[in-house]
């Protein structure tokens, strides 16, 4: 059989780390001896949902699977917000998502579940893939946002951990821009990128499959409440193109809300839907 040479990406996992434990131990002491302002908070909460949402309804939904069109300058906003959760450039993340869909379950998926739970959730990460392959970048390259978004992609970075920075600033100098960039810049990142993990992780591993068996992917309704609705992953891996993850009405998804009130803005035009 043969042997897949994995050679470890080392700025990846030093810059991992760093966040983690930033998140893990740095902003808890800091919010113990100095706290976090409601500003801090606020921050945290927008940016969150702004960087989710530009995941899951630009890199994934618009980008990978072409659930929907969208005029350019909308196309970028989400390129830009969700280039703030620093899940690597749309070119990079949408073509591992593709192949992810296309060999789901082999040695050529980016995060391969049947490698486990850690593999799945972040290991894969911390190695330079193998099968990265052309042919899975080719059409994203005819897309002239999309090249401008990875071309800039660092700037993207440091704007959305240096926005939080100036917001705090202004609210309490140089201490309100630490609490502030700490908070809802690195912390936020962290808790972004982990929710993204998690559909990599326990989106394969726990839950039900009522569209498909055919690969690991399970539906996990509670991860929906993290991922603006992302965990309804088993009808994903089934209905690719569905601009919804969860097609019922009372299935949370915002992702699925935000998309379908753009279009009755006419920010969003030709959502696909899987019809039963
Ligand atoms: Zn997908
Ligand atoms: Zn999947």
Not at 1 to 16: A, N, S
Not at 84 to 110: G, K, M, T, V, Y
Not at 164 to 190: I, K, T
Request: proline share 4%.
């Amino acid at each position: 059989m043969e042997k897949t040479v994995r050679q470890l990406d080392y700025p990846v996992i030093l810059l991992f780390s760093v966040v983690t434990a930033c998140s893990l131990i740095g902003v808890p002491v800091f919010g113990y001896f100095h706290g976090f302002s409601l500003l801090d908070w606020v921050m945290f909460g927008v940016l969150y949902m702004a960087s989710g949402l530009g995941i899951t309804v630009g890199y994934h939904r618009l980008i990978s699977h072409r659930s929907f069109d969208c005029p350019a300058w909308v196309k970028a906003c989400l390129l830009v917000i969700g280039g703030w959760a620093l899940e690597n450039s749309a070119l990079r993340w949408c073509a591992d998502h593709i192949r992810h869909h296309a060999r789901c379950d082999q040695e050529q998926d980016p995060y391969n579940a049947t490698k486990g739970f850690w593999h799945s959730h972040c290991g894969w990460i911390f190695q330079k893939s193998p099968h990265r392959d052309e042919i899975y970048e080719s059409k994203l390259r005819k897309d002239p946002i999309i090249m401008w978004q990875h071309r800039y992609y660092a700037l993207i970075v440091l704007s959305g951990l240096g926005l939080p920075f100036v917001v705090g600033y202004f609210n309490g100098g140089w201490m309100g821009g630490l609490s502030c960039f700490l908070l809802a810049g690195v912390a936020r990142v962290f808790f972004v990128l982990n929710s993204t993990f998690c559909i990599n992780s326990i989106c394969h591993i726990w839950g039900a499959q009522p569209h498909g068996t055919e690969d690991s992917s399970r539906d996990s309704w509670w991860i929906s409440l993290v991922t603006f609705g992302e965990g309804y992953h088993n009808y994903h891996h089934t209905h690719l193109r569905d601009y919804r993850n969860g097609p019922k009405w009372y299935n949370i998804d915002p992702s699925k809300w935000l998309i379908f009130t753009l279009s009755k803005f006419g920010l969003a035009y030709n959502l696909q839907r899987h019809r039963a």
